[in-house]
Structure formats: structure tokens, C-alpha cells
């Protein structure tokens, strides 16, 4: 298959344990966008946390994409334009954070252009996404009256069982207004309805006329799911998570072993 497009998750299968991208893996990026290819990073961070990986990789140079909020937006490196845009529905804010702050130990953030808000008390998952993205974290007593402005996505971080009690309770009451779903085992996302990385891939594709046999996805994590069985190859990382290695197509090394570089050695060199 002639592939035309590299869709990477970031943490756990672009970047290493150290969250970096290596030296041979970023050379090989910037080889195939030579020759042609889209890359694409596709990540539940926000857009400030996906913006300096597509800028080590050149995205802007090369028409690349940033598909940030786990799909919720898509940017296009080359002008800046958001090209597809979802947020939450206002009303679900205030009951979901009510319905968190019942559960011990859980923290309620979301996102303004350079900061994490945090609902209730910052935990050390909250601390985790805010390393990630290297955003600090605002504390604010009230925060269904300050996230008064569209959001993409509400973040709960909290202890993997807790969380685990959550879902069902949350799934069944929003099943029709949002999708709600784990990134890492510490990460709840809720996000707009049927927003998953498939359904935005879906969108991209279109819009500039390729298909999802054309198309190469990479990830390890629950979120990356729906795009590896999309893909025309789905590819997941030694160190994916067993759901992920039972959907995919094909198992490559771990991110701690250049395992995109394989996947570009292996299919698009």
C-alpha cells in the first residue's frame, strides 16, 4: 500500500520515556514530509502541549496537522487555522463537577489558552498533565462560574479504581451528549459527543481528499483505540496497552526503542 499519511500519538509512542522524540526518529519525520507524506500528531493534550513537538518535526514547513483534545481541534501547522472545532455543551459543566467532587481524591480541570485550570484540589495526576504540557496549573474555588468561555474538553485525573467506578455511572447518564473515555489509566476524558480521533481523522481525510486506506496510525494508549481500527494500518507500540496491541494491525517496537522509526523503515521508506 502506498501510504500517504503518519498519524502519531505523542506520550508512550512518539516521544521516549524522557518525552522526548529522538534525533533518528525526528530526521526520519522530516525525510518522508520530504518526499511528500502528511504527519500528523493526534493527542489528548491541548494545543499548547502538541504546538513544540509539531515544531521540532517542522509541521508549519510542511503542511502538517494537529489534531489536539483528543480531536476536538484541528490546526493546521501551516497557516494556524483551526480547521475543525468542538466544545462542551455549557449545561454538563456544573453536574459533572458536582458529581466529581463526590469521589475522593479526584481533581476537575480544563484549559484556557496557557493555563490547566483545576476545579477542586490539584493531585499529582493533575501535576503529571501539567509537567506534560509544561502549563501551570490555576487553582480556582469556583470553577463552573470561571470557565465561563467554550471548552473542548474537561479533564478528571484520580486514581485509576475511582475512576474505573466513574465511567459506567457518567456513561449512562451523558451517553447522548458526550463521549467519555480513559486516555491513560489516570486520565478520564469527557468530551463532545462521538469526538474520538477516528471521527476527526475522518473529517481531515476528507478535506483534503485521501482516504483511511492511504493512512498509517501509531498509538498505545486507550484514546488511540478508535484510530488504529480506522486506519488502513493501525500500529501499536511494544509498550501499548493490551486493548490497543489486540486492535492493531501491526506491533512495533516500544517508544524507548525508535519504534516510529521502525514503522517508517518498515512501510514508508
Same mark, same amino acid.
Given at each position: ?9 505523542? $506520550?508512550g ?10 534525533? #533518528? ?18 493527542s ?25 483534545f483528543?480531536?476536538?481541534?484541528i ?28 469521589y ?5 480541570a ?24 509544561s ?6 474555588s ?5 470557565? $465561563? ?7 478528571? #485525573? ?23 473515555y ?25 478535506s483534503?481528499g ?9 498509538? $498505545?494508549?486507550?484514546? $488511540? ?10 500500529v ?34
Amino acid at each position: 500500500m502506498d501510504y500517504q499519511m503518519l498519524v502519531l500519538d505523542l $506520550d508512550g509512542t512518539l516521544t521516549n520515556s524522557r518525552k522526548e522524540i529522538t534525533e #533518528p526518529t525526528r530526521k526520519a519525520l522530516i525525510e518522508i514530509q520530504e518526499a511528500g507524506k502528511h504527519v500528523v500528531l493526534a493527542s489528548g493534550r491541548p494545543i499548547n502541549g502538541v504546538r513544540p513537538l509539531a515544531a521540532k518535526l517542522e509541521l508549519e514547513r510542511f503542511g502538517g496537522y494537529m489534531l489536539s483534545f483528543n480531536g476536538a481541534r484541528i490546526t493546521q501547522c501551516s497557516t494556524g487555522n483551526v480547521v475543525y472545532n468542538r466544545t462542551l455543551p455549557a449545561e454538563v459543566i456544573g453536574p459533572i463537577f458536582e458529581f466529581a467532587r463526590s469521589y475522593p481524591g479526584v481533581d476537575v480541570a480544563t484549559y484556557d489558552d496557557d493555563h490547566i485550570i483545576s476545579g477542586l484540589e490539584p493531585n499529582k495526576y493533575t501535576k503529571i498533565e501539567s509537567s506534560i504540557n509544561s502549563m501551570p496549573i490555576i487553582q480556582t474555588s469556583d470553577f463552573v462560574s470561571y470557565v $465561563d468561555f467554550p471548552i473542548n474538553k474537561l479533564l478528571i #485525573p484520580g486514581e485509576p479504581a475511582v475512576l474505573e467506578e466513574m465511567i459506567p455511572v457518567l456513561k449512562e447518564k451523558y451517553h447522548s451528549l458526550l463521549n467519555i473515555y480513559r486516555s491513560e489509566p489516570y486520565f478520564l476524558e469527557i468530551m463532545p459527543q462521538n469526538i474520538d480521533k477516528a471521527y476527526s481523522l475522518q473529517k481531515l481525510l476528507s478535506s483534503i481528499g485521501l482516504t483511511a486506506d492511504s493512512m498509517i496510525c501509531c498509538g $498505545d494508549g486507550y484514546n $488511540d483505540v478508535s484510530m488504529i481500527e480506522y486506519a488502513g494500518l493501525g500500529v501499536a507500540m511494544e509498550n501499548a496497552q493490551p486493548i490497543v496491541k489486540d486492535t492493531a494491525d501491526f506491533i512495533t517496537k516500544s517508544n524507548d526503542d525508535d519504534g516510529i522509526l521502525y514503522v517508517i523503515n518498515q512501510f514508508l521508506r
